[in-house]
């Protein structure tokens, strides 16, 4: 999508005194697992190798990025390839890809995933088979190939959802109630909204793994440095039970923005790698579903820079932005993202920002409309992405806060917003 540069007037033009920045470091706890391929063995010891023996087996792979995916279906391949099972990749996104069998390949591509990185079979369709329906009439569909398999892995990362908040957001239940029926079966429970999710998604999940041949589940999770937490193998009979208590760690152990109010957030990336709206809302708390339960920071103006290329081109989540720039949103294209969105019924994340034509003018005209500040007072933070919030950077009049958290340290000098010639911000380091 190509945008014309245009002439925008502001009282003042576009100057501003930005004030430098300081790297800080925020703290969180960071239990993490050191060897992936032995923990996966250790877990597969719950599962009879007698009923994988000789059955095809489909293993969901999502479209969120997590860390060490590659390796985790890797060990999980050899584990199953060695007690004489044929394990096969099937993709479990819904409508993401365009709702597309290709663009569902692509997108496990750019995550590294391909036959020959782990081992098995990558078979991707659109095509749904209704397994049953729910006491409303509501159809309930599964993937064919999955469906025509022996025996499905569930597998997944369980985190907070960025629509809502119940006892099951991302994880085991979403994958196998939205994300394993592809694009017919993720709009058919959406179109229920997510106010009703809470109650939907586990009576679904209840009534597929009554019907479904699940193997077991595979709960991943990440500590707040977007690092490999825990792996756990889940015996279908207690998939609903455990996948509760994990989501309670979950949220415990996220990054989080560690202060009350921020006049200026600066993200230089969005993306569906990092969030399923591109920015987490537990992060910014701007759910795109405008659902309560969100728990931040207070803020003003947000401003997007840039777009993940893992994302290919689904930008959805820039309309939770206010600014952006014409060089984000040249990146954006809009039949995935209207895809995406349409899918979940939510429409604002597809809507578009304020366009500035550099960097710099987002920059400016995003502190020029902040209230009751001025270059001096202004709370300005800085991170790369809302995934990666260990090493962020602040304004100085936030200092003699930050000196009052223990979770927070200081972790360089004061530095200039800098741009160049064409008003692009530099990077930092993060």
């Known amino acids: 999508m190509e945008i014309s540069t245009f002439n925008v007037v502001v009282e003042g033009g576009m100057e501003y005194p930005f004030p430098s920045l300081i790297p800080i470091n925020q703290s969180f706890s960071r239990e993490r697992i050191e060897n992936i391929s032995n923990t996966i063995a250790s877990e597969m010891k719950k599962i009879p190798k007698d009923i994988i023996s000789g059955k095809t087996i489909a293993i969901t792979v999502g479209s969120r990025g997590i860390t060490g995916m590659v390796s985790i279906i890797r060990a999980l391949v050899q584990e199953l390839k060695a007690c004489d099972g044929e394990p096969f990749i099937v993709p479990a996104m819904g409508?993401?890809?365009?709702?597309?069998?290709?663009?569902?390949?692509?997108?496990?591509?750019?995550?590294?995933?391909?036959?020959?990185?782990?081992?098995?079979?990558?078979?991707?369709?659109?095509?749904?088979?209704?397994?049953?329906?729910?006491?409303?009439?509501?159809?309930?569909?599964?993937?064919?190939?999955?469906?025509?398999?022996?025996?499905?892995?569930?597998?997944?990362?369980?985190?907070?959802?960025?629509?809502?908040?119940?006892?099951?957001?991302?994880?085991?239940?979403?994958?196998?109630?939205?994300?394993?029926?592809?694009?017919?079966?993720?709009?058919?429970?959406?179109?229920?909204?997510?106010?009703?999710?809470?109650?939907?998604?586990?009576?679904?999940?209840?009534?597929?793994?009554?019907?479904?041949?699940?193997?077991?589940?595979?709960?991943?999770?990440?500590?707040?440095?977007?690092?490999?937490?825990?792996?756990?193998?889940?015996?279908?009979?207690?998939?609903?039970?455990r996948e509760k208590e994990l989501l309670k760690i979950s949220k415990r152990s996220i990054g989080r923005l560690l202060f009350p109010e921020i006049d200026l957030l600066i993200i230089d990336e969005i993306g569906k790698n990092i969030s399923g709206e591109g920015m987490d809302p537990n992060v910014t708390g701007r759910p795109g579903s405008g659902l309560p339960g969100f728990n931040a920071p207070e803020i003003q103006k947000i401003v997007v820079l840039d777009i993940t290329p893992q994302s290919h081109g689904n930008g959805v989540g820039i309309g939770l932005a206010d600014i952006s720039t014409r060089n984000c949103i040249e990146k954006i294209d809009l039949g995935a993202v209207y895809t995406n969105a349409i899918t979940a019924t939510i429409l604002n994340p597809a809507k578009l920002p304020i366009i500035m034509n550099s960097d710099r003018d987002a920059l400016a005209v995003a502190l020029k409309t902040?209230?009751?500040?001025?270059?001096?007072?202004?709370?300005?933070?800085?991170?790369?992405?809302?995934?990666?919030?260990?090493?962020?950077?602040?304004?100085?009049?936030?200092?003699?806060?930050?000196?009052?958290?223990?979770?927070?340290?200081?972790?360089?000098?004061?530095?200039?917003?800098?741009?160049?010639s064409s008003g692009r911000i530099f990077p930092c380091e993060y």
Not at 378 to 407: C, F, G, Q, Y
Not at 410 to 416: D, L, M, N, V, W
Request: charged share 25%; proline share 5%.
């Open 370 to 420: 902040c209230n009751r500040i001025t270059p001096e007072t202004a709370r300005i933070v800085r991170i790369k992405n809302t995934l990666e919030l260990h090493r962020i950077w602040v304004s100085p009049v936030m200092l003699d806060e930050l000196e009052k958290n223990e979770n927070i340290e200081i972790a360089g000098k004061e530095t200039p917003l800098e741009f160049d």
């Open 95 to 241: 409508s993401h890809g365009g709702a597309t069998d290709e663009g569902q390949i692509k997108i496990l591509a750019s995550y590294g995933i391909t036959e020959d990185s782990i081992g098995a079979p990558i078979r991707s369709s659109m095509e749904v088979v209704e397994v049953s329906q729910l006491d409303d009439g509501t159809p309930l569909y599964t993937d064919r190939l999955a469906y025509e398999a022996d025996a499905i892995i569930i597998a997944n990362k369980i985190k907070p959802h960025a629509d809502f908040k119940a006892n099951y957001e991302s994880g085991l239940v979403k994958m196998l109630s939205i994300g394993l029926a592809k694009h017919k079966g993720a709009v058919t429970l959406h179109r229920h909204g997510f106010d009703q999710f809470h109650d939907i998604l586990p009576r679904v999940a209840e009534v597929l793994l009554d019907r479904l041949p699940v193997l077991f589940g595979l709960a991943i999770l990440e500590n707040a440095f977007d690092e490999l937490m825990s792996l756990e193998i889940i015996p279908t009979e207690k998939i609903l039970s």
